[in-house]
DNA sequence: AAGACGGGGTG
DNA sequence: CACCCAGTCTT
């Protein structure tokens, strides 16, 4: 790694940074204590995903599940429920998967030491330096995407930070740099002026506490870091989708496997189909062939464009004329407009909701 | 090492 | 529209 680890005064960057975060710091519910529970909660909400999109489901989360226990127990539904339209579901599969470890294995105490706490489902080397560090107070790095743009700044790094070899360098300065200060303010601190002032596009330079300790701003090229490779574009995939009532007025939902993309959600019946060939007919034989369901596929009553970070759906909407049911199969129900409340969907198919209590009301 | 895995906010 | 966000797991 190329960076000028020497030129930086290492105690002024931590008097520096460490003042600037006592006054600055955000006022945010998972920092009104160090509960390693709260804190673990928050960091697996927090990946790849802004703080103010997470504070109500955290909240939301901590009224439901305010102890490991509460969470352990919890039915899956509901478990999914507090992740609707959170994205990257299986940080909740497996979060409740390690909850349910801590309280078996661990007694319900979070793990305080790096081997045990890395054993579990879904913790990384950020989750579990930032639980470490910021819960129990011990010197671990916890390199995030705010981490990296910053110290690839002070330090003028200009490895791509996509690469996990970069990472693993960074996480090797860490120590030096964070010396004796305490390791959550240090790791916060650092996260905290990411967020805040060296922020991606136009970082605010005048008001950084660490100025004179950057070597990028020295050289006046903090607005080409850090280096990051291009991601290519997503695909295009082309779906059909049906409302089906039947006699009572209920409606047709599946649930979705248990791995891959958006995992044990539940979503109107669909099938991958070009808009170009016969959609209607693609519908009515997956139906039969996938649910045993008979069915007419009518006129096309939504479209819905979905962009995920890898694909796109474009998903037509169809009516359906339910003609027979009677050998329902795959993991499908019935349910009411209530009844589907209850049960977590994807935001995609949460538009064909919508549209469907348009309808009804 | 590269790709899968969501959704929303920003310039 | 492109990029980004308190990343991890699978292949």
Redesign the pocket.
């Given at each position: 790694m190329s960076y000028y680890h020497e030129g930086v005064d290492e105690n002024a960057f931590q008097d520096n940074l460490l003042a600037w975060y006592r006054e600055n710091q955000r006022e945010?519910p998972w920092?009104i204590n160090q509960d390693p529970y709260r804190v673990w909660v928050?960091?697996v909400m927090?990946?790849?995903?802004?703080?103010?999109?997470v504070i109500p489901y955290y909240e939301r989360f901590m009224e439901w599940f305010p102890t490991p226990e509460d969470f352990a127990k919890a039915e899956e539904e509901k478990v999914m429920k507090a992740w609707e339209?959170?994205?990257?579901?299986?940080r909740v599969r497996?979060l409740h998967t390690a909850v349910k470890e801590v309280v078996e294995s661990y007694g319900g105490k979070v793990p305080d030491n790096k081997k045990d706490f890395s054993s579990l489902?879904?913790?990384?080397?950020?989750?579990?330096g930032?639980v470490l560090s910021i819960a129990y107070e011990q010197p671990e790095p916890a390199v995030?995407?705010?981490v990296m743009?910053v110290l690839s700044r002070v330090l003028l790094v200009t490895d791509d930070i996509s690469?996990?070899?970069t990472r693993k360098q960074f996480e090797e300065v860490i120590p030096t740099l964070m010396g004796g200060t305490p390791p959550s303010e240090f790791n916060?601190a650092l996260?905290?002026l990411?967020?805040l002032v060296c922020t991606?596009?136009s970082p605010g330079c005048l008001l950084c506490p660490v100025q004179s300790q950057c070597e990028a701003r020295k050289q006046g090229v903090q607005q080409e870091l850090p280096v990051?490779g291009?991601?290519?574009?997503p695909a295009l995939k082309e779906m059909a989708a049906i409302i089906i009532k039947d006699s009572k007025g209920k409606f047709l939902i599946h649930q979705r496997g248990s791995k891959?993309?958006?995992?044990r959600l539940w979503e109107f019946p669909n099938t991958e189909a070009e808009a170009t060939s016969s959609q209607k007919v693609d519908l009515e034989t997956f139906l039969k062939e996938e649910y045993g369901v008979e069915a007419a596929a009518g006129d096309s009553v939504q479209n819905v464009q979905?962009?995920?970070?890898?694909?796109v759906w474009d998903i037509t909407v169809y009516e359906g004329t339910l003609k027979n049911a009677d050998e329902i199969k795959g993991n499908c129900k019935w349910v009411t407009m209530e009844e589907a409340r209850k049960l977590a969907f994807?935001?995609?198919h949460q538009k064909i909701l919508k549209t469907i209590e348009e309808e009804e009301a």
């Open positions: 945010l920092r928050s960091e927090l990946q790849q995903t802004r703080v103010e999109t339209g959170l994205g990257y579901y299986s497996n489902k879904g913790v990384g080397p950020y989750t579990a930032a995030d995407g705010n743009r690469k996990g070899k916060q996260m905290e990411g967020a991606p596009k990051k291009k991601k290519k574009a891959g993309l958006l995992a979905h962009v995920f970070s890898h694909l994807p935001v995609s």
